[in-house]
């Protein structure tokens, strides 16, 4: 199973950009997908992003043409870049990796590798 460090979370005013990264430990993912999700008090966690098996990026509509999700198969490592960033984007981020076969990427509960999370916090 492979183990996933999320780091990069913190305060930025609306309008700023901040990048998250997410480590990943114990086995190779550069082949697989990988998604970021975000939860915020009270709410369901959410997908933001993620790489699909055929390796092309997926956003959710919330997110589409401000954030970007790239990776760096040496470093094992992948990144949330987000741009504009706006209050509403106020969450724990996490990374995930394990999707099973066939699973869509949006999916919030079958990725079997998470993250402990980092908080982003937007300020108006």
């Known amino acids: 199973q492979v183990q996933l460090v999320e780091s990069g979370g913190g305060l930025v005013q609306a309008g700023g950009s901040l990048s998250i990264s997410c480590a990943a430990s114990?086995?190779?993912?550069?082949?697989?997908?990988m998604g970021w999700f975000r939860q915020s008090p009270g709410k369901e966690r959410e997908f933001v992003a993620a790489f699909r098996w055929s390796g092309s990026p997926l956003y959710a509509d919330t997110v589409k043409g401000r954030f970007t999700i790239s990776r760096d198969n040496a470093k094992n490592t992948a990144y949330l870049q987000m741009n504009s960033l706006k209050p509403e984007d106020t969450a724990v981020y996490y990374c995930?990796?394990?999707?099973?076969?066939?699973?869509?990427?949006?999916?919030?509960?079958?990725?079997?590798?998470w993250g402990q999370g980092t908080q982003v916090t937007v300020s108006s």
């Open positions: 114990g086995r190779t993912f550069s082949s697989y997908p």
């Open positions: 995930a990796a394990g999707l099973p076969l066939g699973t869509a990427v949006t999916s919030t509960t079958a990725w079997g590798s």
